[in-house]
């Protein structure tokens, strides 16, 4: 089968006709502009013409009781013909819903978008894909409306996926700052699909106000382990404690678990600005979610619209999305790459609480921390007198306008121009006809234009005419992506080392000033990173003499059995984190001699690493190994890499080693953080 390729957007502007007809200030910001405010925001940036347009359609009865209970159903049909009175008494049995008499189409047409875009991806038309629907879904449960939710969404497309797919592993991923305690109820007991929410719970202060939200509760029975709660006990969470949680607990579960589809419960009220999540991530870092989870499930990726109250701050973070599931190359996230105290203690305690349930946390030492950071326990300021609630509308106001205001310049400032080509390479083994279109064939410089362009860079490096003349071909790239012209790309070098290690040099010459640099296999020549410019990670099977690792020189020693891939514990929880944290301008990755990881492995390394660096990455491979090439190719290419064979976990010896140099370097690279006890709480 043909890879899939294309982003489906389903919008329906029906679902704009759902709205509060009476005053009740808990529902007032679930208002119909948070659809049309978004799509506005997609035509702006003219993504809307870039994806597939999928109609929405209505859920069917059928559809709906897949979850949702007979009685449930009846009651949200018999409002269509009430009138507001009749609306207001029903709305009034639930917390925090309300009817309007179009209220059971729009939920019906929600269901139904959310199945077309499941059925669209499913069946290879597109390789992934977001609907925008109204009301959202993952507050209501089998028998009940609840936070604006009439019908639980993405709960209906996993039972539906399962049923007409017959699929086994569905992962839903609810990036919401509320608990979705609707899809946790629906699921708690099923093994055969892993939700994972990260919500604002501040110790149970914040709504729903659930026990049942903390991270203690990992499912029941069959589903014990299959329910992961990442609770937020602080306002103001980041981009950097986001990223952590995605390496640290979410993304090494999902692996192990290796979901056949993936689905977002996407609310953008976990951004900045928001007046629910309080939390200050900004749009980009939905990007980089977003491409993390795309190397999941062979691409297969559904994100549905939940929450999200700033209308700003939610378009462009919709926006972002999008960006990331059409491949576009991602803006560099912004702010200090290192998770918060109160991050850290949650995601310790999420990890100790399924260590008993998950195979990679095996060997882990967790633990529970049972004192939390103790500010947050300090009774919260309740707002007794009613006259100052007009103040606090106004305040609000002024609030979100800031935002409003620094949103504008943010964006502005990280929007680039997508290079027009987005892989190159040259014509040598790896000749055109091998690699995946779009594939630009750039002509290599000859001989004297190298010595022309790089002799003071390279004479130490250089012994030979071979090593000269395959530089001609890197450097014709290097210089390429450089100048922004192509996005990335990939030449075949029969001398890795010295080819690193010119291009390293010129890179920085170029002016560049952070290049981190994977290589795989045996460096011959070390660069030489004092000056910080350079990060070195060498995943090598043995560590060479000499090169103890310092801060800007790594060395992972791992090998890899040959039909057991379990580097991805490696690069979730080591390689992921410490880049993130250097933030790079470009990227080298390169494959020598010797090199001790499989081909899938390395074929991760490439798609994960893309969303750093505005995807500039330089690929130089050594071995001739047709398949590498090819599978190198598609990743930069941008096509879902399938991985062969299942990711297994590590052994003892591995997670004992990564655990050494977490130790020896997180001080230095903050993102390595995932524990209280290694001494961080003193800072």
């Known amino acids: ?107 019906r047409l929600a269901v139904g978008a959310t199945l077309q875009l499941v059925d669209s991806v499913m069946l290879g038309k597109v390789c992934n894909g977001m609907a925008l629907v109204r009301p959202p879904g993952h507050h209501s449960q089998r028998n009940a409306a609840n936070g604006f939710c009439l019908f639980n969404n993405v709960a209906i497309a996993a039972e539906y996926a399962k049923l007409k797919y017959s699929l086994q592993r569905i992962l839903i991923v609810d990036w919401d700052v509320h608990h979705g305690q609707g899809t946790q109820y629906i699921f708690e007991e099923d093994p055969s699909v892993l939700y994972f929410s990260w919500h ?35 306002v103001g969470m980041g981009n950097s404690d986001y990223l952590a949680a995605f390496f640290h607990v979410l993304l090494p579960m999902a692996f192990e678990f290796d979901p056949e589809l993936v689905l977002v419960s996407s609310g953008y009220d976990s951004g900045i ?22 190397q999941l499930a062979n691409g297969k990726l559904c994100v549905i619209l939940e929450g999200g109250y700033h209308l700003k701050s939610l378009s462009e973070s919709v926006c972002m999305t999008v960006k990331a599931l059409l491949r576009d190359p991602i803006p560099q996230v912004t702010g200090e790459m290192a998770p918060s105290l109160s991050a850290i203690e949650s995601i310790q305690n999420v990890r100790a609480a399924h260590k008993p349930y998950w195979k990679w946390l095996m060997y882990e030492d967790t ?54 080509i987005r892989t190159a390479t040259t014509q040598s083994k790896a000749s055109a006809y091998l690699l995946p279109a779009p594939v630009c064939v750039v002509k290599e410089m000859d001989k004297n234009e190298v010595e022309a362009l790089a002799s003071d860079f390279y004479a130490d490096l250089v012994k030979e005419d ?57 460096m011959q020549i070390v660069p030489n990173t004092q000056d910080g410019k350079v990060l070195v990670i060498n995943i090598c099977e043995k560590e060479q003499s000499g090169t103890m690792s310092s801060k800007h020189f790594i060395s992972l020693n791992w090998k890899e059995d040959a039909d057991r891939s379990d580097f991805f514990s490696a690069v979730l929880g080591f390689i992921l984190p410490v880049a993130y944290s250097y933030q790079p301008d470009l990227i080298v990755i390169a494959v020598g001699p010797n090199r001790s990881i499989g081909i899938s492995g390395i074929s991760l390394l490439f798609g994960l690493l893309q969303g750093l660096a505005e995807s500039r990455i330089l690929a130089v491979i050594e071995d001739t190994d047709l398949n590498l090439i090819q599978n190198v190719a598609k990743a930069l290419a ?14 003892q010896e591995k997670v004992h080693k990564i655990k050494i140099l977490k130790d020896r370097l997180q001080q230095d690279w903050k993102m390595l953080q995932c524990s209280v006890k290694d001494g961080i709480s003193s800072n």
């Open 1 to 107: 089968m043909a890879m899939a390729s294309g982003t489906a957007l389903i919008y329906d502007e029906e679902m704009t006709s759902h709205k509060l007809l009476w005053d009740d200030p808990i529902c007032d910001i679930e208002v119909p502009e948070r659809l049309s405010a978004s799509y506005e925001q997609l035509q702006f940036y003219h993504l809307v013409e870039r994806c597939v347009h999928v109609p929405a359609r209505e859920g069917t009865e059928e559809e709906i009781l897949l979850v949702h209970s007979s009685e449930h159903l009846e009651i949200a049909k018999s409002t269509q013909t009430m009138d507001e009175e009749e609306l207001k008494r029903v709305s009034g049995n639930y917390d925090a819903f309300f009817f309007h008499p179009n209220t059971y189409r729009c939920a």
């Open 200 to 234: 604002r719970y501040e110790h149970q202060e914040f709504w729903p106000s659930l026990k049942e939200s903390d991270y203690d509760a990992v499912g029941l029975g069959k589903g014990k382990g299959y329910n992961i709660n990442l609770p937020w006990n602080k």
């Open 273 to 294: 600005g928001d007046p629910e999540g309080q939390m200050n991530a900004t749009p980009e870092v939905f990007a980089h979610l977003t491409h993390l989870l795309m």
């Open 367 to 420: 633990s529970f921390l049972h004192n939390l950071s103790t500010e947050s326990h300090l009774p919260k300021k309740t707002n007794t007198n009613p006259s100052t609630d007009h103040e606090d509308k106004i305040t609000n106001n002024n609030e979100a306008a800031k935002i409003e205001r620094f949103l504008e310049l943010h964006m502005r400032n990280i929007l680039f121009p997508v290079p027009p």
């Open 466 to 522: 071979k090593t000269l003349h395959s530089l001609g071909s890197m450097l014709a790239i290097l210089d390429k992506i450089l100048k922004k012209e192509v996005c990335n790309g990939i030449t075949d070098s029969p001398t890795a080392s010295a080819s690193v290690g010119v291009a390293l040099r010129y890179s920085v010459h170029f002016g560049f000033q952070r290049v981190l640099c994977v290589f795989v296999g045996d």
């Open 638 to 651: 941008g096509a879902s890499v399938s991985h062969s064979g299942a990711y297994v976990p590590p052994t």
